[in-house]
């Protein structure tokens, strides 16, 4: 069966599936070249930016070049330059944190009609990960509030019939056990769902869909083995209006939502285009959004795109995994490291459940500090013997086991501790 992404952007475009790479391409610029004229005539900040620019021009993959990028930091400093539609038609403001509690909030606006796209692509695009013995649709995403991610999976779900609940983020491993039941299809954060998973192996959910998270190779199949469940990846952006990619089988690359936005490959340090099956940084471009449409917005998020006929049908490209955060790569003298790379060897220890890191320098050099958290037989060596895979020599590893971590909440990430003066 088709993907059910593939399905929406039948319904919008009234493409019959499979659809066609060449005229999905040229449906997507057109929408483009629309968004840019209408960018242009509600945003001084638009038309400025497409001042020199021939609209019309922008008729294939190389012409979108002529297109500047966009930059978060250019979201911190003016957001509200880039609204497109009156204030009075703005039903969602989300604040996202940027570098630090000190750091600007990143505003993103939506529309009514912004937010009931991606409810309607929740509604079908869960289906397949709900499949015919899924019995309620647990989120535990700690942002409830209307229009939020949570809140728009809810209210799609339950259009599809299916009863679903929005549990928050997980703050209580042993509470968040005792509300779900058997059969639940589970939607929420990589790191949270490994450490519910080690910590309660005899949960049975019927699936769970990784999101809002880069997502460590060993976390599905630990999913898979522990809790005998399906497991699939998402992978979305708020700038996006949340939904982006998903995966319609659990081998599958993740189906791109191509009727609201386009997605290229960029090489990082050049900027320019990459081909299909070559790693860099994801770059989309948001034209089906009213309120605050993006252009070759640079996510800083790696991955690749995948060309070739996915086993649902679907011909269009889709996104590879998404491999991480160029901001979180740390170099060292004797190479580099990140989050990332951490979480891919140590989540291979069965019996780690959580961790947390920081990176601090003093008179020895810089200092890795993990605090771990698992089960009886965690071993601090075995912690240590994993971090030699990936930590340059010259950093110094400082690992401990504790009984009790702070609330995990949000991106991970090694926290960066000012070096004492």
């Not at 809140?151 to 929005?166: D, H, M, Q, T, Y």
């Not at 309660?200 to 522990?226: C, F, I, M, N, Q």
Request: charged letters at 25%; glycine letters at 8%; aromatic letters at 6%.
């Amino acid at each position: 069966m088709i993907s059910a992404l593939e399905s929406v952007t039948s319904e919008i475009t009234g493409f019959e599936t499979p659809i066609g790479e060449k005229e999905m391409s040229e449906w997507q610029l057109s929408q483009i070249r629309a968004a840019m004229e209408r960018a242009a005539s509600h945003s001084e900040a638009y038309a400025r930016r497409f001042a020199g620019i021939d609209i019309a021009s922008i008729d294939s993959s190389a012409a979108l070049e002529r297109i500047p990028f966009t930059y978060p930091q250019e979201i911190i400093d003016g957001a509200d330059a880039l609204i497109c539609v009156p204030r009075r038609d703005i039903s969602r403001v989300t604040s996202l944190p940027t570098s630090g509690s000190t750091g600007a909030p990143k505003r993103i606006y939506f529309t009514e009609k912004d937010l009931a796209r991606t409810e309607r692509l929740f509604e079908l695009g869960m289906a397949p990960i709900i499949g015919r013995r899924g019995r309620r649709c647990v989120v535990m995403m700690s942002d409830a509030a209307p229009g939020s991610m949570a809140s728009l999976l809810k209210s799609g779900v339950e259009k599809s019939g299916v009863p679903a609940a929005i549990y928050g983020g997980i703050r209580d491993f042993d509470d968040a056990a005792r509300f779900l039941r058997d059969g639940d299809v589970i939607v929420g954060l990589p790191s949270q769902m490994i450490h519910l998973c080690r910590k309660h192996p005899t949960l049975r959910p019927e699936s769970v869909l990784l999101s809002a998270d880069y997502v460590p190779a060993p976390v599905p199949g630990a999913l898979r083995k522990t809790w005998k469940c399906r497991v699939y990846t998402h992978y979305g952006m708020t700038e996006s209006c949340f939904g982006c990619a998903v995966q319609c089988s659990e081998e599958s690359a993740q189906h791109i939502r191509h009727d609201s936005l386009m997605i290229e490959i960029i090489d990082p340090e050049m900027g320019r285009a990459l081909p299909p099956g070559k790693e860099g940084e994801i770059v989309v471009t948001t034209f089906a959004n009213e309120a605050m449409p993006l252009f070759r917005y640079r996510t800083g998020d790696v991955s690749s795109l995948v060309s070739g006929k996915c086993e649902c049908g679907s011909a269009l490209p889709r996104l590879g995994a998404v491999r991480g955060r160029l901001k979180n790569l740390i170099k060292a003298a004797g190479g580099s490291f990140s989050i990332e790379s951490i979480d891919d060897v140590l989540y291979r220890n069965n019996e780690l459940w959580r961790y947390d890191t920081s990176l601090r320098e003093d008179a020895r050099g810089k200092i890795l500090s993990i605090t771990a958290y698992g089960g009886n037989r965690l071993k601090i060596d075995d912690i240590h013997n994993a971090l030699s895979q990936v930590v340059p020599r010259d950093i110094i590893v400082e690992a401990t086991l504790t009984d009790s971590l702070r609330p995990c909440a949000g991106k991970r990430r090694i926290d960066r501790i000012e070096k004492a003066k």
